[in-house]
């Protein structure tokens, strides 16, 4: 069973950044798509940012131009860089790999963002 440890979180003021790192155990790594979700308070989880194994990626309309996904498939890992970050983007923010539409994993503790002044 894959094991996904995010990290990275923390309290930020409106316009600030940060970037969440998650490391994935398992050889299949850099042959499966990566993703990035969150869920806030009350909330359903949502995707948020995607990137296939060839590297192509996806935003949801919320993020783009301030989210940037990446991985580094020598290290397992698989990074969102939070820019001009905003108090709604306050969540637990997970990573997961997909195919299709699903998740594959079990669900890691996730990382804590928080938007604040």
């Known amino acids: 069973q894959v094991q996904l440890v995010e990290s990275g979180g923390g309290l930020v003021q409106p316009g600030g950044s940060l970037r969440l790192s998650c490391a994935a155990s398992?050889?299949?790594?850099?042959?499966?798509?990566m993703g990035w979700y969150r869920q806030a308070p009350g909330k359903q989880r949502d995707v948020v940012a995607l990137?296939?194994?060839?590297?192509?990626?996806n935003y949801a309309d919320s993020v783009k131009g301030r989210f940037t996904i990446s991985r580094d498939n020598a290290k397992n890992t698989v990074y969102l860089q939070m820019n001009s970050l905003k108090p709604d983007d306050t969540a637990v923010y997970y990573c997961n790999a997909f195919r299709g539409g699903l998740v594959l994993y079990s669900w890691g503790q996730g990382t804590q963002v928080t938007v604040s002044s």
């Open positions: 990137i296939t194994s060839g590297g192509s990626t």
């Open positions: 398992g050889s299949s790594f850099s042959s499966q798509g």
